[in-house]
């Protein structure tokens, strides 16, 4: 089994939870602009700000094959007793308590503003209902951002599927779920899978994170010099990837992952082997954000929804105040962030632990 440097052994990648704050503050800003109808001045970035983002998912994925990886690799150091079974359901136990609880809370919240924004959301048939809280379901009218968490649950069903398999060749067995989903993803169309949830291209972006984890866990780290090339690379292929969004509209899936996956993964890769070489850490107010990420992630909809029906109700012109309203909104998601995880999230995830302790 192989282990991360030395560097890595506190479990703190700085600079993976800055990326993680920004991914999801890129979300934030974008469906405030889109649902609101606004957009920024040209001098802050105009139009171009409404692509990237769609890029805060990709973001998302490349790091949680990253850390689903250094997270099992952890699992198996500490559960050296335990046999497949135990070892799986450990782990799965914490990845439920980590997503579900505060999915449900704020899906039933999004249940409830329905009532005001779009009553026909309360006709929804049970078995779509039911779908939507098991998360087996990809398009989520109720809360969509979490769409994004049915690929995250599948990717963490196959990881425990792995863990369940082998303890000491799971980096392998990672390796062949990579190149079998790769395999499946190219020949979708002549093996008539196309549209099914394990033949999305999305599903690279988890692998790319997967690869990194590896070279990382290998020290295969880049000099200095060579990973500002390949941060300068990764933002190059986003703006890439930004520029088709804003002439084309939201890409489809394989193109999405040459441009935004790809750029994710060179970004993140190469923010991990500067804080390793210690020649950069991002800003720690960023680093703090990505601690409350997920609720940021989640929160923000339901928030914009209700931001839209008093915005509705009082006649106010938001296209007049782009810059103030967004600031406002962002201020208000990050605020309700905080406590969302201060009072809920953090305590799941600690209940989580200690039942995945007793399985082990």
């Known amino acids: 089994?192989?282990?991360?440097?030395?560097?890595?052994?506190?479990?703190?990648?700085?600079?993976?939870?800055?990326?993680?704050a920004i991914a999801a503050l890129l979300v934030v800003l974008g469906h405030t602009l889109a649902l609101g109808g606004m957009e920024l001045p040209r001098y802050l970035g105009g139009g171009l700000v409404h692509t990237f983002a769609y890029a805060g998912v990709d973001i998302f994925f490349v790091i949680s094959g990253f850390v689903i990886c250094a997270a099992a690799s952890k699992h198996l150091a500490s559960t050296s007793n335990s046999n497949g079974l135990q070892r799986a359901t450990a782990f799965l136990l914490r990845r439920v308590f980590?997503?579900?609880?505060?999915?449900?809370?704020?899906?039933?919240?999004?249940?409830?503003?329905?009532?005001?924004?779009?009553?026909?959301?309360?006709?929804?048939?049970?078995?779509?209902?039911?779908?939507?809280?098991?998360?087996?379901?990809?398009?989520?009218?109720?809360?969509?951002?979490?769409w994004s968490l049915v690929?995250?649950?599948?990717?963490y069903l196959c990881t425990a599927f792995i863990l369940l398999l082998s303890r000491s060749r799971w980096l392998l067995l990672m390796a062949v779920w990579f190149g079998l989903s790769c395999g499946l993803i190219f020949s979708a169309k002549s093996?008539?899978?196309?549209?099914?949830?394990?033949?999305?291209?999305?599903?690279?972006?988890?692998?790319?994170?997967?690869?990194?984890?590896?070279?990382i866990s290998r020290n295969y780290v880049l000099a200095p010099m060579l990973a500002s090339v390949t941060l300068l690379?990764?933002?190059?292929?986003?703006?890439?990837g930004a520029q088709q969004t804003l002439h084309q509209g939201l890409l489809p899936p394989m193109p999405r992952v040459q441009s935004f996956g790809v750029g994710s993964a060179l970004l993140l890769y190469a923010l991990i082997c500067l804080e390793h070489q210690a020649q950069l850490t991002m800003p720690r107010l960023l680093i703090a954000l990505g601690t409350i990420s997920y609720?940021?992630?989640?929160?923000?909809?339901?928030?914009?929804?209700?931001?839209?029906?008093?915005?509705?109700?009082?006649?106010?012109?938001?296209?007049?105040?782009?810059?103030l309203l967004s600031s406002l909104m962002m201020a208000i998601v990050i605020a309700a962030s905080a406590v969302l995880y201060r009072y809920l999230e953090r305590p799941m995830i600690s209940i989580g632990s200690r039942l995945a302790r007793r399985c082990e």
Request: aromatic share 18%.
């Open 295 to 323: 609720s940021i992630y989640l929160v923000h909809r339901p928030l914009i929804d209700l931001g839209l029906i008093l915005v509705a109700r009082y006649q106010i012109q938001v296209q007049a105040y782009p810059v």
């Open 151 to 155: 690929f995250e649950m599948y990717f």
């Open 98 to 146: 980590r997503i579900y609880p505060l999915y449900w809370v704020l899906l039933l919240a999004a249940f409830c503003l329905a009532y005001f924004h779009n009553p026909g959301l309360l006709a929804l048939p049970r078995e779509l209902i039911v779908s939507l809280f098991l998360l087996t379901e990809r398009n989520n009218p109720v809360l969509s951002p979490a």
């Open 191 to 215: 093996l008539g899978l196309e549209g099914r949830l394990y033949t999305d291209p999305l599903l690279l972006e988890f692998g790319f994170g997967c690869l990194i984890f590896f070279a």
């Open 1 to 20: 089994m192989s282990s991360l440097p030395q560097s890595y052994t506190k479990d703190c990648y700085l600079n993976v939870q800055a990326m993680r």
């Open 233 to 240: 690379l990764g933002a190059v292929f986003f703006f890439w």
